[in-house]
C-alpha cells in the first residue's frame, strides 16, 4: 500500500513536471538534488559537497587556449616517458576517433586492448589489469581506459585511477558539467573526461507521425508528446491506425531510472524505487492495450520494424543512438525521422576516458585528453564528421547556430540545436549512482521483460534478478 | 619372450618414466595444481567488491553450505543440473538413433550404398564449425524474423515465439548439439561394426536369419561397450555444455533461467564481475562430484543391459577406467 | 516359389535402399543447411540480415568482405595468424606428446604403469572448466598474459589425445617390432621417433586436425587471457564483432564473413584429409 501511495505521488509529480516541459527548459532533475537521498558510498556530505566543487574553479583561459593545440603532434615527450601508450577498451569506436583525428607525439605507439564486453569480460581484464598494475612491466600498465556511465563510479573512485588536473587537464568552461561530475570521485578528485554529452531524445518516424497526429513538425509533435498521459494518448491513437507507439517496453525505462530520485542501494541494501515501479506499471499498460511490442532494446525485431513497411512509431535514444544503431533506418527510412524532447529530459550512456594510476605516460594522457575536449577542431570532426554530439559547447554553438546545418537522417532538421538545450540541463547527482548500475539498468529491466512477454510471473522475475544480482555482488541484500 | 621378460623390465622401465614424464609435469603445472588451488578456494571467502577483494578468508564449509541453501527460494545447483541434463538428453537420444541408423546403412553389404564417402564427409562438417558461430545461425533461423521461428508461429499459434518457450529454446539447443555431433558418433559406432567378426554375420546369414535379426541379435549385443564409450564422452561433453546454451539463451539462459547449464553458472560466478572464487571452487567441486557420480550411473545401467556384460567386463573396464 | 521370394527379398531390398537413400539426402540436407546459409548470409548486408530472412543470395558480399578485412575494429589479419600460430602449435604438441606418453605406458612395464594409466582415465573425464579459478590465478601469477604459452603449453597433457592413441598403439603397434629395432641398436627414442610415430600415421593424422579444429574454435580460455587487439585470436574477434552488432556499431553481414573467413582454413584441410580421418576415427576410436 505504501508503495502505490508513492507510485501515485511520482506520478503526480512527474505529470506535473512533464507539462512544465513545453520546451526544453524545465528543471524536472533538479529535484534529484535531495539531500536526503541517500549515498551511494555511504558518505551523504562528501558528495554533497562535490556536487558543489565541481563548478567552482573556473578554467584558466590560457589553458584552453594551451589545450587547443593537443592533438596536433606538438608535444614533445617529457624526459623518461613510456614508448607504449596502453589503451583499454570495449569496441574500436574510439580508436577510430584517435586514429582519424588525433595526431599522436612523436615516439610513442599506442598499444589498443580490446576486450568484447560479453558477459562483462570488458570489466574482468580491465579490472585484472588495474589490480595487478604495480607488478607490470612499464610498458605493460594500463595508461588509459574506457568506462560507461553505468560503472564509471567504480573506478572513479578508487585510487586506481588518478586526478587528471594534477596532468593538465581541467574541466573547461566549455564542457558539460554533468560529464565532468560523473568522473569526479566522492572526494572531488576528477579522474578523467568525456569527448561526448549524451542528451536521449525521442525520435519519431515522421510519416507515421503525420499519419497520427497530422504533423512531423518537431514543435508539434512535441506538443503532443510532452507528457506521458499526452503519449498514452498518442500512443491510443497510433494504435487505432495500425502502429505501435515503442518496439519495446524497455524503451521508456532510462527516462524512468535517470529521473529517479533515490538510488538502487542503500549501503549494501537493494530496494526498488518509486521511479522503477512507475516504469513497471507503465510497461504493464503499454503491453497489455497493445501499444508496444514485447521485444527487447536490442532485438533484430526492433530493427525490423525501422524498415520501409515497419510500423514503430517512436524509439528513445541519444546521438550514439540515432547515427549508429538504427542501421535499419539508415539504410531503408533515412529522411523519415525527427526527434523531439519528450515527456522528459534525460540522458542515456556516454563513454569517458580515465587515467589509471601508475602510468608511465602521463603526458599523452593530458594531451589526449585536451585533444578530445578542448581541441577544437577535432571536437568539431567529432560533430561533422562522426556524428556524435561533442563535449564542446563552441562547437555545438556553432552548429546549433547555424540554420542551414542539419541531419539528413533526421529529414534536415537541426538535431544539435534541440540537444544542446538538453545537454546543459543534465544533471549528474553522485549520490544517485552506484558502481553496480550496469545490474540494475539492464539485468533488472530485462528480466522484468521476460514477465512482460509472459515467460514468467512477477515475482519469478525479480527471483530471477535477485539471483543475477547476487552473482554481481554476493554482498547486497534486499527486503 | 618370458625369458626375456625380466631383463626387459630391469633395463627399460625408466623409459617408461621418462615417456610419460612430460604429460605428468605439464598437467601437474597447468592442470593439476590450477584444479587443487580452485578446490582450496572453495573453502575460503574471496570475491571483488567493485576493484576490492575481499579475502581470502576461511569460512570452512560456509560455500558448500550456501550452495545447498535455497537462493530466493530456489535450488540453483538442482536446477542448473536439471536443465543440463535434460539438454543433453534430448540432444543424445535423436543423436544415437540416427547415428545407429546411419552406421548400419553405410556397413551394410546388402544396401552397397554409394557416395559413402560424400555422406560422412558431409555429416561430420558441422563438427567443423565453431560452436558459437552454429548457434548464432540457429539463433537467427529461429528467431521471430527467421524462417523457422515464422514458421513455428504459422504453424503453432500466433504468439508463439521460440525463444519464449522452454522446451522449444531446450530443443533448439539439444538439435544444435544433435547436428554437430551425430557424425563423430555414426563413424564410432560404424568402427564397432567393422570390428565385429565378419563370421559372426556369415554364420546368421546361413542360418538365415533376415537384416532385423541380425541386428538386434547380433550387432547391437556386440556394439555395447562402444556404446558405453560413445555415452560416456557424451555425457561428460553434456555435462561441458557451454558455448551452445550461452548463445542461444544468453549468460542468464533465458527464458526463465530454464537454459543455464553448470558451466554456465560456474562461468558467470568466476569470471563475471564479483570473480566470486571461493563459491566457484565449490560449484567446481560439485561439478566434479555430479561427473562423477552420473558417469558412474550411465555406465551401470548400460553394462547392465548388455546381456555379454560379463563376457565384456574386463573390455568394458578397459575402455572406461 | 523360391523366385517369388527372391524377388520379393529384392523388391524389399530396393525399397531399403530407396528410404536409406532418401535419409541419407535428409541428412545431408540438415548438415549443410546451416553452413549454406552462412554462405548466402555473408552475401547480404547488416540490415538485409536484420530485418529478414531470404534464400536468395544478396549483392553485399564484396562490401563485406571489405568491411572484414578493414575494420578497425578487429585485426583479421593479425587474428588469422594467431590462430594459426597457436592451432598449429597446439596439434603439433598436442599430438607428439600424446603418442608419446601412449607409447610409453604401451610399450614399457613399470611399476606405476598401471597407476598411470588410471589416473589419466579419471583425469579424461573432469571438465577442464572446473580449474579456471586456479588456471586465471596461475597464468596472472606468472605475468602470461597476452602471451600465447598458456594457450599452447598445456595441450602436451591431453588425456583423450592419449586415451585414443593407447588404443590405436594397442591394436597396431606389434611388440616384436621394438624388440628388433632395439637388437639393431636402435635406442629408445629412436625407436619411438623413427618406427612408431611412421606406424601411428593414421592415428596422427586424425588426431592432428581434431586437435586444431579444437584449439581454432576455443573461446573459453583464449578470451581469459588474451586482451591485448593484436594478440587476440578469431573466436574472440568474432564474438567482438558480435557485442558490437548488439550495440548497433557493426553489422551482421561483416560478422558471417568473418566467421566465413574464420572455417575456410578448417573446410579445405578437413577435404583434404577427410578420408584419413573417417578411417581414422574407426581405426583408434574403441579398439578396447
Not at chain 2, 152 to 181: E, H, T, Y
Not at chain 2, 184 to 202: C, K, P, R, V, Y
Request: aromatic share 12%; proline share 4%.
Amino acid at each position: 500500500m505504501k508503495n502505490f501511495k508513492k507510485n501515485i505521488a511520482l506520478l503526480a509529480a512527474l505529470a506535473c513536471a512533464g507539462t512544465m516541459l513545453a520546451g526544453c527548459t524545465s528543471s524536472t532533475t533538479d529535484g534529484g538534488d535531495t539531500t536526503d537521498a541517500p549515498a551511494a558510498n555511504g558518505d551523504t556530505t562528501a558528495a554533497a559537497d562535490n556536487g558543489g566543487a565541481a563548478d567552482a574553479p573556473a578554467a584558466d583561459a590560457n589553458a584552453y587556449e594551451a589545450a587547443q593545440t593537443a592533438g596536433t603532434g606538438a608535444l614533445t615527450l617529457p624526459e623518461g616517458e613510456g614508448k607504449v601508450f596502453n589503451i583499454y577498451c570495449w569496441n574500436g569506436d574510439f580508436k577510430k576517433y584517435v586514429e582519424s583525428y588525433y595526431k599522436a607525439p612523436e615516439g610513442v605507439e599506442f598499444k589498443w586492448h580490446e576486450i568484447a564486453n560479453e558477459g562483462g569480460a570488458y570489466q574482468t581484464a580491465l579490472d585484472e589489469a588495474l589490480m595487478n598494475q604495480d607488478s607490470a612491466a612499464a610498458d605493460e600498465k594500463v595508461d588509459l581506459f574506457l568506462a560507461e556511465a553505468d560503472y564509471i563510479i567504480k573506478y572513479a573512485n578508487t585510487d586506481l585511477t588518478q586526478d587528471v588536473t594534477k596532468l593538465g587537464v581541467q574541466q573547461w568552461d566549455t564542457g558539460y558539467d554533468y560529464t565532468y561530475k560523473a568522473a569526479t570521485s566522492v572526494d572531488g578528485v576528477l579522474k578523467g573526461v568525456s569527448w561526448q554529452a549524451n542528451p536521449s531524445m525521442f525520435i519519431y518516424r515522421r510519416s507515421i507521425a503525420k499519419d497520427v497526429l497530422g504533423t512531423d513538425d518537431p514543435a508539434q509533435v512535441q506538443e503532443a508528446l510532452s507528457t506521458w498521459e499526452k503519449v498514452d494518448e498518442v500512443a491510443q491513437k497510433a494504435k487505432d491506425k495500425g502502429y505501435v507507439m515503442f518496439a519495446s517496453p524497455l524503451e521508456t525505462y532510462r527516462t524512468f531510472a535517470n529521473n529517479s530520485d533515490v538510488s538502487y542501494l542503500n549501503g549494501d541494501k537493494f530496494a526498488t524505487t518509486a521511479a522503477f515501479d512507475s516504469w513497471v506499471a507503465q510497461a504493464e499498460k503499454y503491453v497489455e492495450n497493445g501499444w508496444s511490442e514485447k521485444y527487447g532494446l536490442w532485438d533484430n525485431e526492433k530493427q525490423a520494424m525501422m524498415g520501409t513497411d515497419g510500423k514503430m512509431m517512436c524509439c528513445i535514444g541519444p546521438a550514439w543512438y540515432f547515427n549508429f544503431c538504427m542501421g535499419t533506418a539508415q539504410e531503408q527510412t533515412n529522411g523519415d525521422w525527427g526527434i523531439c524532447v519528450g515527456p522528459q529530459e534525460h540522458f542515456w550512456g556516454g563513454t569517458w576516458l580515465l587515467a589509471a594510476t601508475g602510468s608511465d605516460n602521463e603526458a599523452v594522457i593530458a594531451d589526449l585528453m585536451n585533444a578530445f575536449t578542448a581541441n577544437e577542431e577535432i571536437m568539431d570532426k567529432i560533430l561533422s564528421d562522426a556524428k556524435e554530439f561533442p563535449n564542446n559547447t563552441n562547437v555545438v554553438n556553432k552548429y546549433a547556430n547555424d540554420d542551414s546545418y542539419g541531419l539528413e537522417f533526421l529529414g534536415g532538421q537541426n538535431h544539435i540545436k534541440m540537444m544542446a538545450e538538453c545537454a546543459k540541463n543534465i544533471k549528474w547527482d553522485p549520490a544517485l549512482h552506484t558502481q553496480y548500475d550496469q545490474t540494475f539498468n539492464e539485468t533488472l529491466p530485462n528480466n522484468i521483460l521476460e514477465y512482460l512477454k509472459g515467460v514468467c510471473d512477477k515475482d519469478t522475475a525479480m527471483s530471477n534478478f535477485y539471483i543475477a544480482l547476487s552473482e554481481v555482488a554476493p554482498q547486497i541484500t534486499h527486503d | 619372450m618370458n625369458k626375456r621378460k625380466p631383463i626387459k623390465s630391469i633395463s627399460y622401465a625408466k623409459w617408461g618414466y621418462i615417456f610419460i614424464l612430460p604429460f605428468f609435469l605439464v598437467y601437474a603445472v597447468f592442470s593439476f595444481y590450477p584444479m587443487v588451488t580452485t578446490f582450496y578456494y572453495s573453502f575460503f571467502e574471496n570475491y571483488n567488491q567493485g576493484l576490492t577483494t575481499i579475502g581470502p578468508n576461511f569460512v570452512g564449509l560456509q560455500n558448500y553450505v550456501n550452495l545447498f541453501k535455497p537462493n530466493e527460494g530456489r535450488f540453483e545447483l538442482l536446477e542448473y543440473t536439471k536443465n543440463t541434463m535434460i539438454m543433453w538428453v534430448l540432444g543424445v537420444v535423436p543423436q544415437f538413433i540416427f547415428s545407429l541408423l546411419l552406421a548400419v546403412i553405410f556397413t551394410s553389404v546388402r544396401l552397397k550404398i554409394k557416395g559413402q564417402r560424400f555422406f560422412k564427409t558431409v555429416i561430420y562438417m558441422p563438427n567443423l564449425i565453431m560452436a558459437a558461430a552454429y548457434s548464432m545461425l540457429f539463433y537467427v533461423m529461429f528467431s521471430e524474423v527467421g524462417p523457422v521461428g515464422m514458421l513455428c508461429k504459422a504453424l503453432i499459434s500466433p504468439d508463439f515465439v521460440v525463444f519464449q518457450s522452454v522446451g522449444a529454446s531446450r530443443g533448439v539447443i539439444a538439435f544444435i548439439n544433435f547436428l554437430m555431433w551425430f557424425g563423430n558418433t555414426t563413424i564410432m559406432l560404424m568402427a564397432g561394426i567393422m570390428g565385429i567378426d565378419q563370421s559372426l554375420f556369415e554364420a546368421a546369414s546361413i542360418d538365415g536369419a533376415n537384416g532385423r535379426q541380425v541386428f538386434f541379435k547380433i550387432t547391437l549385443p556386440l556394439l555395447s561397450p562402444i556404446f558405453v564409450y560413445v555415452a560416456m564422452t557424451s555425457l561428460i561433453g553434456g555435462l561441458q555444455m557451454f558455448d551452445v546454451p550461452q548463445i542461444i539463451g544468453g549468460t542468464d539462459g533465458a527464458p526463465n533461467r530454464s537454459t543455464r547449464t553448470l558451466i554456465m553458472w560456474l562461468n558467470n560466478v568466476v569470471t563475471g564481475k564479483a570473480r566470486d572464487y571461493g563459491k566457484g571452487g565449490a560449484i567446481s567441486v560439485l561439478i566434479f562430484i555430479i561427473t562423477g557420480i552420473l558417469s558412474f550411473i550411465v555406465y551401470k545401467s548400460m553394462v547392465k543391459e548388455d546381456p555379454n556384460a560379463k563376457k565384456n567386463k574386463r573390455r568394458n573396464k578397459n575402455v572406461l577406467l | 516359389m523360391s523366385y517369388y521370394n527372391a524377388q520379393s527379398q529384392r523388391t524389399q531390398q530396393n525399397l531399403a535402399r530407396v528410404l536409406s537413400y532418401i535419409f541419407l539426402a535428409f541428412v545431408t540436407f540438415i548438415s549443410l543447411f546451416p553452413i549454406v546459409l552462412l554462405i548466402i548470409n555473408s552475401t547480404r548486408s547488416g540490415s538485409q540480415l536484420q530485418t529478414g530472412f531470404s534464400l536468395l543470395p544478396g549483392t553485399s558480399f564484396g562490401q563485406n568482405l571489405k568491411a572484414a578485412v578493414g575494420s578497425a575494429a578487429i585485426d583479421l589479419p593479425h587474428g588469422l595468424f594467431n590462430s594459426f600460430f597457436i592451432a598449429g602449435c597446439v596439434c603439433l604438441l598436442t599430438t607428439y606428446f600424446s603418442a608419446m606418453t601412449a607409447y610409453g605406458i604401451h610399450v614399457y612395464d613399470f611399476r606405476l604403469k598401471k597407476a598411470a594409466f588410471n589416473f589419466i582415465l579419471i583425469i579424461m573425464m573432469i571438465p577442464t572448466q572446473i580449474s579456471a579459478v586456479g588456471f586465471i590465478k596461475l597464468v596472472y601469477g606468472l605475468k602470461l598474459t597476452n602471451n600465447f604459452l598458456p594457450l599452447i603449453i598445456p595441450s602436451v597433457a591431453a588425456p583423450a589425445v592419449f586415451f585414443y592413441m593407447k588404443q590405436y598403439l594397442e591394436s597396431s603397434l606389434p611388440m616384436d617390432v621394438i624388440e628388433a629395432a632395439r637388437v639393431d641398436g636402435s635406442n629408445e627414442f629412436a625407436t619411438f621417433n623413427g618406427i612408431a610415430i611412421p606406424m601411428m600415421k593414421p592415428a596422427i593424422a586424425v588426431q592432428l586436425i581434431f586437435s586444431f579444429v579444437a584449439s581454432w574454435n576455443n573461446f573459453f580460455t583464449p578470451a581469459l587471457i588474451l586482451t591485448d587487439a593484436q594478440k587476440q585470436t578469431l573466436p574472440i574477434m568474432i564474438s567482438k564483432l558480435k557485442t558490437m552488432q548488439l550495440s548497433g556499431n557493426s553489422d551482421l553481414g561483416q560478422i558471417y564473413m568473418v566467421i566465413l573467413i574464420s572455417i575456410i582454413p578448417v573446410v579445405i584441410v578437413y577435404f583434404f584429409i577427410s578420408k584419413n580421418i573417417v578411417e581414422g576415427v574407426a581405426l583408434g576410436a574403441v579398439k578396447g
